[in-house]
């Protein structure tokens, strides 16, 4: 065996690793109990199709792995180009659903673009910020270049509409222009200058998407429309108690109470099942991913890996944050899957090839 291999396996991140596999372990469990008809009814697509999305998943994060991280900083920017490109064919020729047009039909399967644009947004901000700010800090007129990047897949995904994808592209991009090197001043320069450019934001807003972030102050207020996925979220929450009521068991899900049960509502089908207990459980994989993100990010051995393991990490806690953050009633309902659980092959498979860099960023920090 080359040395090379030899010193991979050595250093192989296992903590990323299982986590990754237990999170999707969790996730396809999530999907049978979301899915589940009774024990006389056939396993629901469904379910079969995200065991193949969570082998297809392992696949590319161990050819990830296998993949040096540094060759990402010479086609950040063509990655890119190919996303945006997807992100503008999806709005013309694009699979709609649910007043939604966010998918291509590949015919075998859906792919779809916004997935792939998380990661292109990461990949170019990187390249742009890999080398050392100036004496200072990052000033404003050169965050002109990475609010442009940033701009085109936000305004292509709000298209789509796609609000809370696109408030992950934000969230990413800010996180990576604060470790970057802008210091405090600026950055509360452009918070208020988002702060200002808000009503500009609320007039292109589609008018359920207004209401859902109006019913987030009151659900109670329309419990029969904007307001529904809030109550019926945290009924199924509060009714999972200390330890759940056990898998396969419950009721909300079962009776087609919980609205996106499957995908952004997932959290509340597990915590109803599983209790306070497993959602604590859960949370910790979680919280074990991300620090460990931040770890291999502190530890690596370049700028570049540094920071696109900041970049990697942050889609995992902002979509962790908002999708636990809406399940509880803790903030509006945007539509954010919890990754690695929820149903979706792209937004599995993304994440997986996400983590399989994660760890070559670490593995490869002692081969140079």
């Known amino acids: 065996m080359p040395a090379l291999d030899r010193r991979l396996i050595l250093h192989f991140d296992w903590t990323v690793f299982w986590s990754v596999l237990t999170l999707a372990g969790i996730g396809l469990l999530s999907v049978m109990s979301a899915s589940y008809a009774g024990p006389r009814k056939p396993l629901d697509p ?11 998943g392992t696949l590319v994060m161990i050819g990830a792995v296998l993949v040096d991280y540094r060759a990402l900083e010479t086609y950040a920017y063509p990655f890119y180009a190919i996303a945006v490109a997807l992100l503008g064919v999806t ?15 590949l015919g075998l ?15 170019v901000m990187v390249r742009y910020f890999r080398d050392e700010p100036p004496k200072g800090g990052w000033q404003l007129r050169q965050m002109i270049i990475p609010a442009f990047l940033l701009g085109v897949p936000v305004v292509l995904v709000l298209r789509q509409p796609d609000l809370g994808t696109a408030l992950i592209l934000v969230a990413i991009t800010v996180t990576l222009i604060f470790v970057s090197g802008m210091n405090w001043r600026k950055m509360a320069i452009l918070a208020l200058l988002a702060i200002m450019a808000a009503p500009v934001g609320w007039h292109y807003m589609k008018p359920y998407q207004r209401q859902r972030l109006v019913s987030f102050i009151d659900p109670q ?18 009714a999972g108690g200390a330890l759940g009521k056990g898998f396969l068991n419950g009721t909300q899900a079962r009776l087609n109470f919980l609205p996106e049960q499957s995908t952004d509502f997932i959290f509340a089908v597990f915590a109803e099942e599983f209790g306070l207990a497993g959602s604590v459980l859960l949370l910790a994989l979680y919280t074990t991913l991300i620090l460990r993100g931040a770890w291999v990010a502190r530890h690596a051995r370049d700028r570049f890996g540094s920071l696109l393991a900041v970049g990697l990490t942050a889609i995992v806690f902002w979509q962790v944050a908002i999708n636990v953050g809406m399940a509880t009633g803790m903030l509006p ?12 092959g792209s937004s599995l498979i993304a994440m997986m090839a996400a983590m399989g860099i994660l760890i070559s960023i670490n593995s490869r920090r002692y081969l140079f």
């Open 333 to 344: 309902v945007v539509g954010i899957t919890l990754p690695l659980v929820s149903y979706g």
């Open 109 to 123: 399967f859906k792919l779809e673009p916004s997935e792939l644009a998380k990661l292109a947004v990461v990949l």
């Open 46 to 56: 469904l379910v079969v199709r995200q065991m193949i999305w969570v082998g297809t």
């Open 91 to 105: 709005m013309i020729t694009g699979h709609a659903t649910g007043g939604s047009r966010r998918w291509i039909n």
């Open 221 to 238: 207020a329309d419990p029969l429309g904007s307001g529904y996925h809030i109550i019926q979220s945290e009924i199924a929450i509060g």
